[in-house]
C-alpha cells in the first residue's frame, strides 16, 4: 500500500464525528481530567496560591497563570498536537482493547468453577459498609497499580523509551497530560481494564448487587476530590506544595513536576498520583524545598528537533530496535564467552 | 397545570399512538372472481381459537388435587386433542373492566384442536425420546394428578411446561417452520388462486395470516407500544381502552388480545432495549400488503424474495424473544438457587423458595425446548443447552431426572449438587448471548458487573498521570 492510500485509507475510515465529539468530551465529562470545571477550580486555586502565598498581586497572578511562554511555547503546541492525533488513533486502537467487562465476566465464571459455589457474603451487611469498602479498595488498587507500572516504565529500558514521550516536554500544562506515546496509552488502559475488571468480578461474586462505588456527578468519590483540589496543577509551572508531613502522604503538585525535573537528583522520583505511600515504600519519595527552581524536559541543554511530532512518535521504535540489537550482540558475546 | 396537560396527552399518544398505523385488519380481498360478500381477506380465527385453547389447557393444568383425576384428565384432553363443539373459554374471561367478547371456543372458530399441530419430531431436552405430541401428552397425564399443576418429587411445575412447550411446538413451528417455510414456496397454496373454493382469500394471503395469528399480537400493535401491549395480555383494567380498536367496548379475543410469544416480547420490549414486537408486526403487515398488491396474482420471483425476507426478520426476532426468555428464566433460577443455597446453610423454610424454583426452572425448560422446534436446527447448541439444563431441576438430595422406565416413571440419579448447579444457569445465559446475540437480558446475573463497569469507564484514551 502506497503512503497515499495509506492516508486515503485512514480519512475515508475515521469517523470524524466521533472524534469531534471525544474531543468535546475530553472538556465536559467530568469523568475526564479535563473537565472545564476541573480547570476552572485549578485556575482559582493556583490564583489563591498566588495572590496570598506568593504574594503577587491580581494582574501578575493573571499573567503567570496563563503567560503565553508556557501555553504557547513549542512544547505546549506539540502536547495539543499529539492530544488531537492520539484521541484519532485512539479511534482505531480502543476497539481492539478487551473491556473490563469482559475480564470480569471472565473472571466471575472463572471463580465460580474453581470454587463450585456462590455464597454472598455480608448479605446482611448494610449497603454503605460493602460501599464503602469497595470505593477505598478500588482507590488504592487503582492508585497502587498506577504508581506500579508508572515505576516500570521508567526502569524497564525498553518502557522508558516510550514514557520519553510524556517526559520531553519542557514546559507544562494540563493538556501534558494527554502528551503520551500511544504505546504507553495502551498499557496504561491494560492497567485500568484489569483493575477494574478484576476488582468487579471479585466484589460482585462475594458481595453480589451491594458492590457500589459511592459517586459525585457520576465520578467516583476519589476521583472526584483529586480532580476539584487541582489534579490539574500537576502538570503546570504554579509550584504548589504542601508541608513536608503532608507531603509525605500525599503528592503535592510541586512533588509531580519534581518528578519532570531535569535536575539528575530528581530522576526517578516521586512516581506516585495521589498518595505519597507508595513512592515511601519503594524508596523514591522526594519532598519539596521552597523556592526551588525547576527545569522540565529529558535533559538540561534543549536538543534540535526535540519537539517535532515524527521525531516523537516515532524514535522509540528506533531506539527499541537498536535496543533489541544491542541486547542481542551483548547476548552472543556472553555465549562465546561461556563457550570459551 | 397546562405542562401536565401536555405531558399527559404525550403519555397517552405514546400508550396508543392514534395516528394510524395499519392494523392487521383492513386488507382488501384480491381473489379474482370471488363472488361473495366479505369485504375483507384476512382470516385467522382458527389460530385465535388454538391460542384459547392454550390458555384454557394451562388454566386446567394447575387445577390438579394431587390424586389420579380422570375427569381433570378427560378436560384437559378435550382442549388438547379432542375437537368437541360447546368447550367454554377458561382463559381469558373478563376481569374487572377489562370485558372480554367470547366465552366459547366455537365463537373464535369450530373444530380446533392443538394436537394435530404439534411439532412432530423428537424432543431430545425431555426424557424418554418421546415426539412432540407424545412429549405434551405424557405432560398432561402427569399434570391431572399433581397438586395443583406441581409435583415436588420431580421439582416439575406442569402449568408452566406444557403452556411454553406448546407455545414453542404449536405456535412457534406452525409459524417458522411450516407457514412462513415451505408454504411460501410457488407450488403450495398459490397467490393466484382462492386458499379454498370459495373463499375471500388466496392461498398465500391466508399462509400468511395464520402465521400472524400464531404469533398471539392484537391487530392493531402498530397503534401500540409496547407497554400497552402488555398491559392488554395482563387484562389490566385500563387496557380495554388500549385494546377495543373497533371501539364496541369489549375485547375480541379474535384480533384485540394478546396473547403467547407476542406478550413476551412485548415484556421484554417495555424494557427498551429491544423492539421484537414491532419488527415483528411491521414485517407482517409489509408481507400482507405485498400480498395484498400482488393483486390476486402469482407471486414474481422478486415479491417471493422480498416476502421471504419479511418472513425471515419474524422468525429471527421471535427466535431472539424465546431466547431472552431462556436468558430471563436461567437468571430467575440461578438468583433461586442462591436463595435456597443461603437457607439451606441456616436450617431456614425452603418450601415456598422451592416452588418457585420449580416454577422458574420449568418456564426455563419450557423455552429451551421451544428454542429447538423452530425452522432450524441449532446442532450444538441445543446439546450444549438441553446438558446444561437437565432432564430437570437438581433437588434437595443432589438428584436430576435422568431418564424414564418402562411404565412411564421418572429414574432419578445422582448429579452435580445446587451450588454447581448455579453455573450452569450462568452458562445458560452465556450460551444465549453467544449464540442469539439476546439485548434485553432481563435478570442477568452479570448486570450488577454492568452497571459498576459503566460506572468506573471513562472511555479508553491516551493519558498519563
Redesign the interface.
Known amino acids: 500500500m502506497s503512503y497515499e492510500n495509506i492516508v486515503r485509507y485512514f480519512i475515508i475510515e475515521t469517523n470524524w464525528l466521533e472524534l469531534y465529539q471525544q474531543v468535546i468530551v475530553a472538556f465536559t465529562d467530568p469523568k475526564k481530567r479535563v473537565f472545564w470545571g476541573y480547570l476552572l477550580l485549578s485556575v482559582f486555586v493556583a490564583f489563591v496560591w498566588l495572590r496570598w502565598f506568593k504574594r503577587k498581586d491580581s494582574k501578575q497572578a493573571f499573567f503567570t497563570i496563563f503567560s503565553r511562554k508556557v501555553w504557547w511555547s513549542q512544547s505546549a503546541k506539540a502536547d495539543y498536537a499529539i492530544f488531537l492525533i492520539n484521541k484519532l488513533s485512539f479511534l482505531f486502537i480502543a476497539p481492539l482493547i478487551i473491556t473490563q467487562l469482559a475480564v470480569a465476566t471472565w473472571l466471575f465464571e472463572y471463580l465460580h468453577e474453581l470454587l463450585g459455589y456462590r455464597i454472598i457474603i455480608g448479605d446482611e451487611w448494610p449497603k454503605w459498609i460493602i460501599v464503602t469498602l469497595f470505593t477505598l479498595t478500588y482507590f488504592l488498587l487503582d492508585d497502587f497499580s498506577r504508581f506500579y507500572v508508572h515505576k516500570l516504565l521508567h526502569e524497564v529500558p525498553a518502557l522508558w523509551l516510550f514514557h520519553k514521550t510524556h517526559h520531553s516536554a519542557r514546559t507544562l500544562t494540563p493538556i501534558t497530560v494527554f502528551r503520551t506515546h500511544p504505546v504507553e496509552g495502551i498499557i496504561f488502559a491494560l492497567r485500568s481494564v484489569l483493575v477494574q475488571g478484576i476488582l468487579i468480578a471479585l466484589f460482585v461474586f462475594f458481595f453480589g448487587p451491594k458492590a457500589d462505588l459511592y459517586t459525585v456527578l457520576g465520578v467516583g468519590l476519589f476521583a472526584f476530590l483529586f480532580n476539584t483540589l487541582g489534579a490539574n496543577l500537576r502538570h503546570s509551572h504554579i509550584g504548589i506544595g504542601y508541608p513536608d508531613w503532608l507531603e509525605r502522604f500525599l503528592i503535592s503538585p510541586v512533588q509531580h513536576q519534581i518528578h519532570h525535573s531535569t535536575d539528575p537528583r530528581h530522576f526517578d522520583k516521586n512516581y506516585g498520583v495521589i498518595l505519597a505511600i507508595w513512592d515511601r515504600l519503594f524508596n523514591s519519595l522526594v519532598v519539596s524545598t521552597r523556592g526551588q527552581l525547576l527545569a522540565f524536559g529529558l535533559s538540561r541543554e534543549e536538543k534540535k528537533g526535540e519537539q517535532n511530532l515524527l521525531f516523537i512518535y516515532f524514535a522509540p521504535f528506533k531506539e527499541l530496535s537498536s535496543l533489541l540489537k544491542a541486547k542481542k550482540s551483548a547476548n552472543k558475546s556472553k555465549g562465546e564467552k561461556l563457550k570459551i | 397545570m397546562k405542562l401536565n396537560l401536555l405531558v399527559a396527552s404525550i403519555a397517552i399518544a405514546g400508550a396508543a399512538n392514534v395516528s394510524a398505523a395499519p392494523n392487521y385488519v383492513d386488507f382488501p380481498v384480491t381473489v379474482k372472481g370471488y363472488e361473495g360478500d366479505a369485504k375483507h381477506s384476512v382470516s385467522y380465527s382458527g389460530q385465535a381459537a388454538r391460542q384459547v385453547l392454550h390458555t384454557s389447557l394451562k388454566k386446567l393444568s394447575g387445577q390438579g388435587n394431587g390424586q389420579p383425576n380422570a375427569e381433570l384428565k378427560a378436560k384437559m384432553l378435550s382442549y388438547f386433542a379432542a375437537k368437541d363443539a360447546g368447550r367454554s373459554i377458561l382463559s381469558p374471561v373478563t376481569k374487572g373492566a377489562f370485558i372480554v367478547d367470547q366465552s366459547g371456543v366455537d365463537q373464535l372458530s369450530k373444530k380446533k384442536n392443538l394436537v394435530g399441530k404439534v411439532y412432530k419430531g423428537s424432543v431430545p431436552g425431555w426424557p424418554g425420546g418421546m415426539t412432540g405430541p407424545e412429549v405434551l401428552e405424557s405432560m398432561i397425564d402427569k399434570a391431572s394428578s399433581s397438586n395443583k399443576g406441581y409435583d415436588p418429587l420431580t421439582g416439575y411445575d406442569y402449568q408452566q411446561l406444557i403452556s411454553k412447550f406448546v407455545m414453542g411446538a404449536v405456535f412457534y413451528n406452525q409459524a417458522v417452520d411450516n407457514y412462513l417455510d415451505e408454504k411460501l414456496a410457488a407450488d403450495i397454496k398459490p397467490n393466484s388462486q382462492p386458499y379454498k373454493a370459495g373463499k375471500q382469500y388466496t392461498g398465500k394471503e391466508h399462509v400468511w395470516d395464520e402465521a400472524f395469528g400464531y404469533f398471539g399480537a392484537p391487530a392493531n400493535t402498530l397503534n401500540l407500544n409496547a407497554e400497552a401491549v402488555y398491559k392488554i395480555a395482563k387484562q389490566k383494567s385500563d387496557a380495554l381502552a388500549l385494546a377495543d380498536f373497533n371501539g364496541d367496548g369489549k375485547v375480541s379475543l379474535y384480533n384485540e388480545m394478546a396473547y403467547a410469544h407476542a406478550y413476551y416480547a412485548a415484556g421484554f420490549d417495555k424494557g427498551g432495549k429491544t423492539t421484537y414486537l414491532h419488527n415483528i408486526v411491521q414485517a407482517f403487515v409489509d408481507g400482507r400488503q405485498l400480498l395484498t398488491d400482488a393483486k390476486g396474482e402469482n407471486l414474481t420471483d422478486a415479491q417471493r424474495t422480498e416476502l421471504k425476507t419479511h418472513a425471515s426478520t419474524i422468525a429471527d426476532n421471535w427466535q431472539l424473544v424465546i431466547a431472552e426468555a431462556v436468558f430471563k428464566y436461567a437468571g430467575s433460577t440461578y438468583k433461586d438457587l442462591?436463595k435456597l443455597?443461603?437457607l439451606i446453610?441456616t436450617n431456614g423454610d425452603i418450601a415456598k423458595e422451592f416452588r418457585g424454583y420449580a416454577k422458574h426452572w420449568a418456564e426455563l425448560k419450557g423455552f429451551a425446548l421451544a428454542l429447538q422446534v423452530g425452522n432450524k436446527n441449532l446442532g450444538e447448541t441445543a446439546v450444549k443447552l438441553n446438558r446444561l439444563i437437565g432432564f430437570s431441576p437438581v433437588l434437595l438430595g443432589n438428584t436430576q431426572v435422568m431418564g424414564l422406565d418402562a411404565k412411564g416413571n421418572y429414574l432419578q440419579a445422582s448429579s452435580i449438587?445446587m451450588?454447581?448447579y448455579?453455573?450452569h444457569m450462568?452458562?445458560v445465559q452465556?450460551l444465549m448471548v453467544d449464540q442469539f446475540g439476546v439485548k434485553a437480558r432481563n435478570k442477568d446475573v452479570?448486570a450488577?458487573?454492568?452497571e459498576?463497569?459503566d460506572?468506573?469507564?471513562?472511555?479508553?484514551?491516551?493519558?498519563?498521570?
Not at chain 2, 460506572?455 to 498521570?465: P, Q
Open positions: 442462591q443455597n443461603k446453610e449438587d451450588k454447581q448455579m453455573l450462568l452458562k452465556q452479570l450488577d458487573m454492568g459498576l463497569a460506572k468506573l469507564s471513562s472511555g479508553v484514551s491516551a493519558e498519563n498521570d
